[in-house]
C-alpha cells in the first residue's frame, strides 16, 4: 500500500504542561520536535493551556467573565508561544508551517482539497505543518450553530474541535503510514487505575475483525484526564477511520522518544491489521 505520509503524530494539552511547575513541559516538546521532519505532520493541542498559564504568569490571576471569550484569548496569546516553542527545537534546516483549521475545513470538500494540496506540498519543500484548531477566531456558540446545521445537511459531520479527530481526520486525508497519538499515559487500559492492564495491542485478521476489537476495547474505557476532553474511548472512536485504510495506529506517553514509540521498545497500545 502507498502512504503520502510517513506520520501524522498529535500531542494533547496536559502532556506538554508541567503540573508540578505550572508551565510548558520543555523536555517534552523539544524531545518531540528534534525528531520532527519533512513527511510528517504534526497535530499540537496546548495553545490554550500554555496562554492561561502565561496570562497568570504576567497579570497574577486568570482572567474572569465569558469562558468562551477567555478561551479565544488565551488561545491567542498562546498560539503564538507554543510555535516559537516547536521552532526553537525542531532542526533548523526545516521548514515550519503553522496550520490552524476549523471544523469547516473538513466538511466543504473544496478547502478539504485545498488543505490537502497545502499538506501534500510540503516534504517536496522541506517543510513541516503544524497544526492545531484556530480557538481564537472560532467563537462556541457560532461553531454548535453551524455543526448543528451541517448535520441536518449529511450524515457525517467532522466536528474537529477534538485534536484527536483532527489528527484521525488528516491522517485519512493524506493517507498516512502511522497515526500516532501522545498522551499522558502509556495508552488504552482496561482498568484506568491499573497500570498492569494496559492494552498493548488491538488487532484483527482482517478489517472488520480489527473494527470490532477497537469497539470492545471502547467498553471498558471511562473518564478523562480533564474537564473538555474525551478520553480513551473517544481516542478510539477517531482512530476506526484511518485504520480501516491501513493506518497503524498507535497511542503512547509523551514521556518517551518517539523512536522508541514507533519500535514497540516502550509500552504502548499498537491498533493495526496483523
Known sequence: MKFDFKLVGKVGSMAL????????????????????????????????????????????AELTGNKDQNKADYAAQGQSILMQTYRQYVNPKYSLRQVLVEHLHFNDEEKLDNLKKLFLRCPKQNAIP?????????????????????????????????????????????????????????????????????IKEISGKDVYELIANIDEAKKKCSGASREGANGAGAKLEFIKEPAKLGTRVIIASSRYKMSEILDGSVPRTLIAVK
Open 130 to 198: 503544524i497544526v492545531n484548531y484556530n480557538d481564537a477566531v472560532c467563537y462556541e456558540e457560532n461553531r454548535r450553530l453551524e455543526i448543528q446545521l451541517l448535520k441536518s445537511q449529511k450524515s457525517n459531520v467532522i466536528q474537529g474541535i477534538d485534536n484527536d479527530e483532527t489528527a484521525a481526520r488528516i491522517s485519512t486525508l493524506v493517507k498516512a503510514e502511522t497515526l500516532l497519538i501522545l498522551t499522558s499515559v502509556d495508552g488504552i487500559y482496561e482498568n484506568p487505575k491499573d497500570p498492569s492492564t494496559l
Open 17 to 60: 504542561i508541567n503540573k508540578t511547575r505550572d508551565d510548558i513541559d520543555y523536555n517534552v516538546i523539544a524531545r518531540i520536535s528534534r525528531e520532527l521532519a519533512p513527511g510528517m505532520i504534526w497535530v499540537t493541542s496546548g495553545a490554550t493551556e500554555i496562554g492561561r498559564l502565561d496570562y497568570i504568569r504576567r497579570n497574577g
